[in-house]
Protein backbone atom coordinates (compact mmCIF):
# COMPACT_ATOMS: atom_id res chain seq x y z
CA UNK A 1 0.00 0.00 0.00
CA UNK A 2 1.74 3.10 -1.23
CA UNK A 3 0.71 6.19 0.79
CA UNK A 4 1.37 9.39 -1.67
CA UNK A 5 0.87 13.28 -1.37
CA UNK A 6 -2.39 12.94 -3.51
CA UNK A 7 -5.87 14.38 -2.57
CA UNK A 8 -7.24 11.22 -1.11
CA UNK A 9 -4.32 11.24 1.24
CA UNK A 10 -4.95 14.67 2.58
CA UNK A 11 -1.76 16.08 0.63
CA UNK A 12 -1.44 18.25 -2.19
CA UNK A 13 2.22 18.13 -3.03
CA UNK A 14 4.81 15.86 -4.55
CA UNK A 15 6.86 13.50 -2.33
CA UNK A 16 9.97 15.86 -2.81
CA UNK A 17 8.38 18.77 -0.80
CA UNK A 18 4.95 18.84 0.64
CA UNK A 19 3.37 22.58 0.38
CA UNK A 20 0.26 21.22 2.25
CA UNK A 21 -0.76 18.12 4.54
CA UNK A 22 -3.93 17.32 6.29
CA UNK A 23 -3.35 18.46 10.00
CA UNK A 24 -3.36 14.70 11.71
CA UNK A 25 -0.42 13.72 8.92
CA UNK A 26 1.37 16.57 9.47
CA UNK A 27 1.66 15.85 13.41
CA UNK A 28 2.09 12.07 13.08
CA UNK A 29 5.01 12.91 10.61
CA UNK A 30 6.92 15.11 13.31
CA UNK A 31 6.28 12.59 15.84
CA UNK A 32 3.49 13.71 18.14
CA UNK A 33 1.21 10.68 17.85
CA UNK A 34 -0.39 8.55 15.80
CA UNK A 35 -3.09 9.82 12.98
CA UNK A 36 -5.90 8.22 15.27
CA UNK A 37 -4.62 9.68 18.49
CA UNK A 38 -3.56 13.01 16.55
CA UNK A 39 -7.41 13.47 15.12
CA UNK A 40 -8.74 12.54 19.47
CA UNK A 41 -5.96 15.50 20.28
CA UNK A 42 -8.46 17.51 18.15
CA UNK A 43 -11.29 16.01 19.59
CA UNK A 44 -10.14 17.34 22.99
CA UNK A 45 -9.13 20.99 21.60
CA UNK A 46 -6.14 20.29 22.54
CA UNK A 47 -4.68 21.45 18.92
CA UNK A 48 -4.71 24.91 17.38
CA UNK A 49 -3.38 26.38 13.95
CA UNK A 50 -2.39 30.53 13.54
CA UNK A 51 -3.91 30.93 17.34
CA UNK A 52 -7.28 29.14 16.29
CA UNK A 53 -8.12 26.23 18.05
CA UNK A 54 -9.56 23.43 15.96
CA UNK A 55 -12.73 21.73 16.26
CA UNK A 56 -11.90 19.18 13.04
CA UNK A 57 -9.56 17.32 11.26
CA UNK A 58 -10.31 18.50 8.12
CA UNK A 59 -7.75 21.00 7.85
CA UNK A 60 -4.34 21.16 5.35
CA UNK A 61 -1.84 23.33 6.85
CA UNK A 62 1.71 24.31 5.22
CA UNK A 63 5.00 24.80 6.47
CA UNK A 64 4.17 28.18 7.19
CA UNK A 65 1.36 27.82 9.69
CA UNK A 66 1.93 27.64 13.41
CA UNK A 67 0.85 24.63 14.82
CA UNK A 68 0.88 24.37 18.61
CA UNK A 69 -0.40 21.27 20.79
CA UNK A 70 -1.43 22.18 24.28
CA UNK A 71 0.50 25.38 23.63
CA UNK A 72 3.63 24.50 22.64
CA UNK A 73 4.64 24.79 19.29
CA UNK A 74 5.15 21.55 17.15
CA UNK A 75 8.49 21.51 15.40
CA UNK A 76 9.30 20.64 11.68
CA UNK A 77 9.63 16.97 10.69
CA UNK A 78 12.04 14.79 11.85
CA UNK A 79 14.07 12.26 9.54
CA UNK A 80 12.11 9.16 9.84
CA UNK A 81 13.54 6.82 12.05
CA UNK A 82 12.84 3.31 13.17
CA UNK A 83 15.08 1.70 15.79
CA UNK A 84 14.91 -2.25 16.76
CA UNK A 85 14.04 -2.87 20.50
CA UNK A 86 14.54 -6.15 21.94
CA UNK A 87 11.78 -5.34 24.63
CA UNK A 88 12.07 -7.93 28.05
CA UNK A 89 9.20 -9.85 29.47
CA UNK A 90 7.86 -7.94 32.72
CA UNK A 91 7.54 -4.64 30.67
CA UNK A 92 4.38 -2.72 29.74
CA UNK A 93 4.23 -1.56 26.14
CA UNK A 94 2.74 1.82 26.71
CA UNK A 95 3.67 4.99 27.99
CA UNK A 96 1.56 5.08 30.98
CA UNK A 97 -0.19 2.45 32.93
CA UNK A 98 -2.86 2.70 35.10
CA UNK A 99 -1.68 -0.38 37.34
CA UNK A 100 1.82 2.00 37.99
CA UNK A 101 4.02 -0.76 36.30
CA UNK A 102 7.06 -0.73 34.78
CA UNK A 103 6.73 0.53 31.09
CA UNK A 104 9.45 -0.07 28.10
CA UNK A 105 9.71 3.82 27.93
CA UNK A 106 11.22 3.41 31.48
CA UNK A 107 13.54 1.66 30.35
CA UNK A 108 14.16 3.28 27.05
CA UNK A 109 18.34 4.94 26.28
CA UNK A 110 17.72 8.59 26.96
CA UNK A 111 19.31 9.51 23.63
CA UNK A 112 16.62 8.03 21.61
CA UNK A 113 14.19 10.99 20.65
CA UNK A 114 10.24 10.76 21.33
CA UNK A 115 9.22 7.34 19.54
CA UNK A 116 5.96 5.54 19.21
CA UNK A 117 5.54 1.74 19.33
CA UNK A 118 4.66 -0.19 15.99
CA UNK A 119 2.08 -2.76 17.42
CA UNK A 120 2.73 -4.09 20.70
CA UNK A 121 3.83 -7.03 22.80
CA UNK A 122 2.06 -8.02 25.65
CA UNK A 123 3.50 -7.82 29.45
CA UNK A 124 4.82 -11.38 29.60
CA UNK A 125 6.11 -11.62 26.20
CA UNK A 126 9.52 -10.85 24.70
CA UNK A 127 11.00 -10.42 21.86
CA UNK A 128 11.59 -7.60 18.72
CA UNK A 129 9.52 -3.98 19.01
CA UNK A 130 9.88 -1.74 16.53
CA UNK A 131 10.01 2.21 17.62
CA UNK A 132 9.73 4.75 15.13
CA UNK A 133 9.52 8.53 15.15
CA UNK A 134 7.37 8.84 12.56
CA UNK A 135 3.27 8.42 12.92
CA UNK A 136 2.26 8.14 9.60
CA UNK A 137 4.58 4.94 9.48
CA UNK A 138 3.82 3.66 12.67
CA UNK A 139 0.08 3.49 11.53
CA UNK A 140 1.45 1.80 7.68
CA UNK A 141 3.24 -0.75 9.34
CA UNK A 142 0.45 -2.17 11.68
CA UNK A 143 -2.24 -2.66 8.90
CA UNK A 144 -2.19 -6.25 8.48
CA UNK A 145 -3.15 -5.26 4.64
CA UNK A 146 1.25 -4.77 4.12
CA UNK A 147 0.97 -8.55 4.55
CA UNK A 148 4.19 -8.64 6.72
CA UNK A 149 4.70 -11.63 8.68
CA UNK A 150 4.86 -11.65 12.25
CA UNK A 151 6.92 -14.40 13.64
CA UNK A 152 7.68 -16.65 17.25
CA UNK A 153 9.21 -19.02 19.14
CA UNK A 154 6.56 -20.10 22.06
CA UNK A 155 8.13 -22.49 24.63
CA UNK A 156 4.97 -24.46 25.36
CA UNK A 157 3.99 -26.51 28.07
CA UNK A 158 2.18 -30.05 26.65
CA UNK A 159 2.04 -32.74 23.81
CA UNK A 160 1.65 -30.91 20.16
CA UNK A 161 -0.20 -32.74 17.90
CA UNK A 162 0.49 -32.04 14.41
CA UNK A 163 -2.51 -32.22 12.83
CA UNK A 164 -4.28 -29.78 15.64
CA UNK A 165 -1.27 -27.44 14.55
CA UNK A 166 -2.00 -27.70 10.71
CA UNK A 167 -5.46 -26.79 11.43
CA UNK A 168 -4.55 -23.16 12.90
CA UNK A 169 -3.21 -22.55 8.77
CA UNK A 170 -7.12 -22.41 7.89
CA UNK A 171 -7.66 -19.79 10.84
CA UNK A 172 -9.48 -20.54 14.06
CA UNK A 173 -12.43 -19.14 16.06
CA UNK A 174 -11.51 -18.33 19.68
CA UNK A 175 -13.62 -17.19 21.98
CA UNK A 176 -15.87 -15.42 19.48
CA UNK A 177 -13.12 -14.11 17.79
CA UNK A 178 -11.94 -14.93 14.09
CA UNK A 179 -8.19 -15.39 13.51
CA UNK A 180 -6.69 -15.37 10.09
CA UNK A 181 -4.37 -18.38 9.31
CA UNK A 182 -1.53 -18.67 11.37
CA UNK A 183 1.58 -21.57 10.42
CA UNK A 184 2.69 -23.08 13.98
CA UNK A 185 5.59 -26.57 13.25
CA UNK A 186 7.34 -28.49 15.94
CA UNK A 187 11.00 -26.67 15.96
CA UNK A 188 13.71 -29.67 15.68
CA UNK A 189 17.27 -29.41 16.39
CA UNK A 190 19.53 -32.10 14.22
CA UNK A 191 16.50 -34.00 13.29
CA UNK A 192 14.96 -34.28 17.06
CA UNK A 193 12.03 -33.12 18.44
CA UNK A 194 13.23 -29.90 20.57
CA UNK A 195 12.03 -29.79 24.32
CA UNK A 196 12.96 -29.17 27.91
CA UNK A 197 10.59 -31.32 30.19
CA UNK A 198 7.70 -31.72 28.74
CA UNK A 199 7.64 -28.48 27.39
CA UNK A 200 8.11 -27.68 23.33
CA UNK A 201 9.16 -25.06 21.20
CA UNK A 202 6.62 -24.13 18.50
CA UNK A 203 7.85 -21.70 15.20
CA UNK A 204 4.51 -19.42 14.55
CA UNK A 205 3.86 -16.91 11.64
CA UNK A 206 0.84 -15.10 11.54
CA UNK A 207 0.01 -11.92 9.21
CA UNK A 208 -1.79 -9.87 12.29
CA UNK A 209 -1.48 -8.74 15.25
CA UNK A 210 -4.37 -9.43 18.03
CA UNK A 211 -4.34 -9.41 21.25
CA UNK A 212 -2.92 -12.18 22.86
CA UNK A 213 -3.22 -14.11 19.55
CA UNK A 214 -0.31 -16.55 19.42
CA UNK A 215 -0.80 -17.97 23.00
CA UNK A 216 -4.77 -17.91 22.39
CA UNK A 217 -4.35 -20.18 19.04
CA UNK A 218 -1.67 -22.35 20.83
CA UNK A 219 -4.04 -23.16 24.03
CA UNK A 220 -6.79 -23.91 21.56
CA UNK A 221 -4.61 -26.47 20.15
CA UNK A 222 -4.05 -27.75 23.47
CA UNK A 223 -0.78 -26.04 24.96
CA UNK A 224 0.32 -23.73 27.02
CA UNK A 225 2.94 -20.83 26.15
CA UNK A 226 4.93 -19.97 29.19
CA UNK A 227 7.22 -18.32 26.90
CA UNK A 228 6.66 -16.13 24.05
CA UNK A 229 9.49 -14.41 21.96
CA UNK A 230 8.96 -11.99 18.59
CA UNK A 231 12.04 -12.89 16.44
CA UNK A 232 10.76 -11.15 13.26
CA UNK A 233 8.36 -8.48 12.40
CA UNK A 234 8.37 -8.42 7.88
CA UNK A 235 11.84 -7.60 7.10
CA UNK A 236 13.10 -7.01 10.70
CA UNK A 237 14.49 -9.16 12.61
CA UNK A 238 15.73 -9.88 15.99
CA UNK A 239 18.64 -11.85 14.82
CA UNK A 240 21.78 -11.95 18.27
CA UNK A 241 20.70 -8.61 19.88
CA UNK A 242 20.66 -9.17 23.87
CA UNK A 243 17.55 -8.28 26.25
CA UNK A 244 17.27 -4.35 26.66
CA UNK A 245 19.12 -3.97 23.36
CA UNK A 246 18.38 -0.64 20.98
CA UNK A 247 19.62 -0.42 17.92
CA UNK A 248 18.90 1.88 14.40
CA UNK A 249 17.96 0.58 11.28
CA UNK A 250 20.50 2.04 8.54
CA UNK A 251 18.74 4.74 6.25
CA UNK A 252 19.44 2.86 3.31
CA UNK A 253 18.00 -0.73 5.02
CA UNK A 254 14.97 1.61 6.57
CA UNK A 255 13.90 2.92 2.52
CA UNK A 256 14.07 -0.80 1.00
CA UNK A 257 12.17 -2.34 4.02
CA UNK A 258 9.39 0.06 3.24
CA UNK A 259 8.98 0.41 -0.14
CA UNK A 260 6.02 0.46 -1.42
CA UNK A 261 4.80 0.09 1.77
CA UNK A 262 5.29 3.81 2.87
CA UNK A 263 6.54 7.00 1.21
CA UNK A 264 9.59 8.08 3.30
CA UNK A 265 9.68 11.87 1.57
CA UNK A 266 12.61 12.70 3.88
CA UNK A 267 15.85 10.97 3.89
CA UNK A 268 16.95 9.26 7.13
CA UNK A 269 19.77 10.67 8.91
CA UNK A 270 21.54 7.17 8.70
CA UNK A 271 23.26 5.84 5.88
Known amino acids: MSRRGNAS ?11 SERIAKRLARAGVASRREVERMIDAGRVSVNGKRLSSPALNVGPDDTI ?5 PVAAPEPTRVWRYYKPSGLVTSANDEQGRSTIFDHLPKRLPRVMTVGRLDLNSEGLLLLTNDGGLKRALELPSTGWVRQ ?19 GIRVDGEQFGP ?21 LVELAEGRNREVRRAL ?16 PFALD ?14 LRRAVRGVYDIRRESTKG
Open 152 to 170: YRARAFGTPEPERLARLAD
Open 68 to 72: LVDGK
Open 182 to 202: IKATVERQSGERQTVGRNSWI
Open 219 to 234: EAAGLTVNRLIRTRYG
Open 240 to 253: KMQRGEVTEVPGFE
Open 9 to 19: DGGDAAPDGAV
